[in-house]
């Protein structure tokens, strides 16, 4: 089966054929860095780190590019508010995505452009717009695209312009020719950052500096255009009507591919209703594999719907799968037909548009076949377990080890079986030593009907 992704674009599954053979170019729209990063955020960098590593596994090189905002209103509004330089604020937030989503597991992209630093490219895009006859400075110091000037406006979003017009609810700009036309470049405002430009001082617009950087960094035409489904209109649409007009190449992206928004009951996460769950919380809580357990088990382009009780859920599922590998002594082993199947569904399920919760169902099949095997099947299993979830990110072995390079698992399952036993002798208070001193340890251990399980923290 090959590999067949969902293009927004078309609105059906396509076969995945690249520019170049065995390359893929993947721009993943980044944030815009005017405060901490949320597990909406994080569920979007999961996703699109899964489709990057899968296709790393499959055998292609990917180039990733994922860009920083790091000049916008809000963030200067932000600095303003805490008496800090604009560029001071965003540097301290771009250092803080990079360091929360290494301890999420998601690799870093191959590039990290920024708007501030792409200006003489965002300033040569714009001239060759206005020479073309897609843009016009108005009166001011801005300059405006010329929506109605491109005839396919609208055509990723699948919307009119009329249809957009007038649906329209903001007060209209009486400089703009059409109500829809956006700012390329925005003149400068006193104590804001600004650069020179042939209009005056001022800062680029927010959609042309993602044209920009695409095309600095990947070329003109890409082969996966990401980022969360709520950039589809306007923020990619414009995209495709500045790059479009300003580079005959086209189209701009292959694929376009939006991931679902996360959402608590059914309702958007929103600063407004105060509903937002900080990326660095779930990590200091411990809870990363098991919030990209989460994500995995939901198709990425779904809206994930986001509870303690779904949590919790992908926690219990998280301890099933590291309970199965342990003990594993990094034995290879030979794949037995049952191990071959398996992974032959996970390919299957993956090559359906990442279907994730099915390659998820793969590594649990795996788990239970896990803990009836002995000796060198067991081994097997273990390691085609290990290797695939690898492949969705999810580290199941701990990264700390014991100081004589070992597993700690033997170590930690003793303990447990010499404190139940203090416990059938109804000595509470070392057994419960025992629970506290591995707490201390990082090592949380909860107590069932069925006996004692064990999990480490992130």
Same mark, same amino acid.
């Given at each position: ?44 960098? @999961? ?46 937030? @771009? ?27 965002? @300033? ?43 649906? $329209? ?118 809870? $990363? ?86 000796? $060198? ?82």
């Amino acid at each position: 089966m090959a590999l067949s992704v969902y293009n927004t674009m078309s609105r059906q599954k396509e076969p995945f054929e690249t520019l170049e053979p065995g390359v893929v170019r993947m721009y993943v729209c980044g944030v815009t860095v005017y405060s901490g990063a949320h597990i909406g955020h994080a569920m979007s960098a @999961i996703a699109f780190d899964v489709i990057r590593r899968y296709l790393e596994w499959t055998g292609y090189t990917v180039h990733h590019a994922q860009n920083f905002t790091d000049v916008d209103d809000k963030i200067i509004n932000r600095a303003n508010e805490m008496g800090i330089p604009p560029e001071q604020l965003s540097e301290s937030l @771009i250092a803080d995505w990079k360091q929360d989503t290494r301890q999420l597991n998601v690799l870093p992209a191959t590039v990290y452009p920024q708007a501030t630093q792409e200006i003489d490219g965002i @300033i040569a895009m714009i001239e060759g717009l206005i020479e073309r006859d897609y843009a016009y400075p108005v009166e001011g110091g801005d300059v405006n695209y010329r929506v109605n000037r491109f005839a396919e406006y609208g055509k990723l979003s699948h919307r009119k312009l009329d249809d957009m017009q007038a649906g $329209a609810r903001i007060e209209i700009d009486p400089r703009k020719e059409h109500p829809m036309d956006f700012a390329l470049w925005k003149a400068a405002k006193p104590g804001e950052p600004s650069w020179k430009s042939p209009w005056g001082a001022g800062r680029p617009g927010w959609h042309i500096e993602c044209s920009v950087m695409a095309a600095n960094h990947l070329g003109n035409r890409m082969d996966i255009h990401g980022g969360g489904a709520d950039l589809i209109f306007p923020h990619h649409e414009n995209e495709i009507a500045q790059s479009e007009a300003f580079d005959e190449h086209r189209p701009f992206a292959r694929y376009w591919m939006h991931n679902g928004l996360l959402q608590f009951s059914g309702e958007k996460m929103s600063k407004s209703i105060g509903n937002l769950v900080p990326m660095r919380d779930l990590i200091d809580r411990g809870d $990363a594999r098991a919030f990209r357990l989460l994500v995995l088990q939901s198709i990425y382009r779904n809206p994930l719907v986001y509870t303690d009780e779904a949590l919790e859920g992908a926690r219990r599922g998280l301890e099933r799968l590291q309970t199965a590998i342990r003990g594993y002594d990094g034995t290879i082993g030979a794949a037995t037909e049952v191990v071959e199947d398996d992974e032959r569904s996970f390919r299957e399920a993956m090559d359906d548009d990442f279907n994730t919760p099915v390659a998820v169902s793969v590594l649990f099949d795996l788990a239970r076949l896990a803990n009836r095997a002995e000796g $060198a099947e067991k081994s097997a299993v273990q390691h085609k377990l290990i290797e695939l979830a690898g492949v969705l990110g999810l580290e199941l072995r701990d990264p700390e080890k014991v100081s004589s390079g070992g597993d700690i698992a033997p170590f930690v399952d003793l303990l447990l079986e010499v404190r139940e036993q203090l416990r059938q002798q109804k000595n509470w208070g070392l057994s419960d030593a025992i629970r506290d001193g591995l707490a201390e340890r990082g090592v949380t251990v909860e107590d069932s009907a069925t006996g004692a399980t064990w999990r480490r923290r992130d």
